[in-house]
């Protein structure tokens, strides 16, 4: 069959859920027999979020391939439960990087280089991509930002051509926007869609069907308007309310018809009716009143709660698991420094200390650790968590005063976390770290095996530091197990404490392969202790 596309575009304001929406719209296609693939298109210049910071940006997403990518890839793996590779994602810096190693190359010569055709030209063969790597039936595309911004205007260039490429019939603009409410009035607002719908259509995109966000329900009269305004079909006006759950989303664009209606557009027939009762139960699980825990976050982009998205989205699945409530303290490490935010952490029923780059809040993180493995806290270590979590034993418990990364301090007598020797000749930043999924061998007996229950397992990496194998043995001397290896036996994946409930820390990113319906077995264990803990 004809590969059809589903564009989303975004209006109005950012953050309304387009990547939500799209994922959502994925699972009701694949739900109804279609092979789905996603790819997200950013406008930015930077190569790939890798060297953004997260407060720019929230959390990058890592993929099995090692593509460092856009949160909404999260969105798009967790809905659809998928895993996606590093076509899905590229960014305006990588159509412009090509397009000017090619033009030194001499592939162009004679020719002046332009936006139209040479740019737009490279972002459809980004695009056809995947469909040539997944054999997709339907690739659903989402072109990052809001139209209107000068960044994203070749893209929406290129999809005008493609529209005409690969035939009218085969395409769908999909465009998500905000209907803003007046406080005074309550009344909803339906003119900077319509703006945005005209902008929209000044670089020749007609939108075939328009999902109008809002706080608010959204009567059928305004939908009617909003169609008569933007010149779309009546049914194809959806008036998609916030949810409370998130993973209502695609129960709710069911609801709407959703599905269908895109399937129609597209001259397509299902070959299965879509069955989600699994995402019912879901929904029903979540809305159960259940005991609370407390997990106390120690990380240094707090503020910015997209920073942690997948680690928020992995504890929610092993909440489910558990049948308990987390509730998220979020904890500042850098003021556990100076003494502020002990009364949040002591109130905790589980510590977890996610990923984290330079030294800024480190020492609160090795003060959390401390705290966790003193106390008998549950404790999660992601990465960054797992490196602060040996940093602290090393210290505390094998007396070693100074010890460190050597991230963080570079003439440390102690460096128990330090560079691979094939890291350190790398002096350029951008995607060289160890990234993507590499395979680790549970050893027998430890907690890891046993919340794993399987013997290997692959897991996904994004880091430059390592666990020091000189210290190895001293650390197991004194009660450090390391459960997780390399096939090899060279790096240290896993470490566990023998001597507590469960203090657990991985050198990989386990929150990026946890799935509503498959929770992280990391996850589920933290959980599970810290119940056992909040029930006492
Ligand atoms: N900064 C540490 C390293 O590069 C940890 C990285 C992380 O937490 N993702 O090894």
Request: with cysteine.
């Amino acid at each position: 069959m004809t590969t059809k596309y589903l564009f989303f575009t975004g209006g109005v304001v950012s953050s309304v859920g387009k990547g939500v929406t799209a994922a959502a719209t994925g699972l009701l296609l694949k739900e109804r027999g279609f092979k789905v693939a996603v790819q997200k298109l950013d406008p930015y210049i930077n190569v790939d979020p890798g060297t953004m910071s997260p407060y720019q940006h929230g959390e990058v997403y890592v993929l099995d391939d090692g593509a460092e990518t856009d949160l909404d890839l999260g969105h798009y793996e967790r809905f659809i439960d998928i895993r996606l590779s590093r076509v899905s994602n590229f960014t305006t810096g990588q159509v412009y990087a090509e397009t000017i190693s090619k033009e030194r190359r001499g592939d162009y010569l004679g020719g002046t280089i332009q936006v139209i055709p040479h740019i737009t030209n490279e972002i459809k063969r980004r695009i056809g991509l995947v469909e040539k790597e997944t054999g997709a039936e339907i690739v659903i595309l989402e072109v990052g930002g809001t139209v209107g911004d000068i960044e994203s205007q070749p893209f929406l260039e290129a999809l005008r051509q493609l529209r005409n490429e690969v035939g009218r019939e085969n395409c769908l603009f999909v465009h998500v926007t905000w209907l803003p409410t007046i406080g005074a009035t309550g009344e909803i607002k339906t003119k900077p869609t319509q703006h945005s719908v005209a902008a929209l259509r000044s670089i020749g995109i007609s939108p075939n069907v328009i999902i109008a966000r809002a706080d608010q329900d959204v009567d059928k009269g305004l939908c009617e308007k909003i169609a008569l305004f933007c010149d779309v079909d009546k049914d194809s006006v959806i008036p998609m309310k916030t949810a409370d759950v998130l993973y209502e989303v695609p129960l709710l664009l069911e609801k709407l018809g959703v599905g269908d209606l895109m399937l129609t557009k597209l001259g397509l027939k299902s070959t299965r009716k879509p069955d989600m009762r699994p995402w019912k139960k879901l929904v029903e699980e979540v809305r159960k009143p259940k005991p609370t825990v407390k997990v106390a976050l120690v990380g240094k982009y707090v503020e910015l709660q997209d920073a942690y998205m997948s680690v928020r989205e992995a504890l929610k699945h092993a909440g489910l698991a558990n049948s308990v409530e987390v509730e998220i303290s979020w904890v500042h490490s850098a003021d556990l420094e100076k003494d502020k935010g002990w009364d949040v952490l002591k109130k905790a029923d589980a510590v977890l200390v996610p990923g984290g780059f330079g030294s800024r809040g480190v020492e609160g993180k090795i003060l959390a650790a401390r705290y966790a493995r003193e106390n008998n806290v549950p404790y999660l270590g992601l990465c960054l968590g797992m490196q602060v979590m040996c940093v602290e034993f090393a210290r505390n418990v094998l007396d070693l005063e100074d010890a460190n990364s050597s991230e963080f301090d570079r003439s440390t007598e102690h460096p128990v976390i330090d560079l691979m020797l094939d890291q350190r000749s790398i002096t350029d930043m951008g995607g060289t770290m160890r990234l993507g999924l590499y395979p680790c061998l549970l050893q027998k007996g430890t907690k890891a095996a046993t919340a794993y229950a399987v013997p290997r397992v692959d897991e996904r990496h994004r880091h430059r530091f390592e666990f020091n194998n000189s210290y190895l043995e001293k650390f197991k001397e004194h009660g450090m197990v390391f459960s997780g290896l390399s096939p090899d036996g060279k790096l240290v994946e896993i470490v566990e404490l023998a001597n507590h409930p469960y203090m657990v820390a991985s050198q990989f990113h386990p929150e990026f392969l946890s799935r509503p319906m498959n929770p992280h077995p990391l996850f589920v264990g933290l959980l599970k202790a810290a119940k056992e803990k909040a029930k006492k």
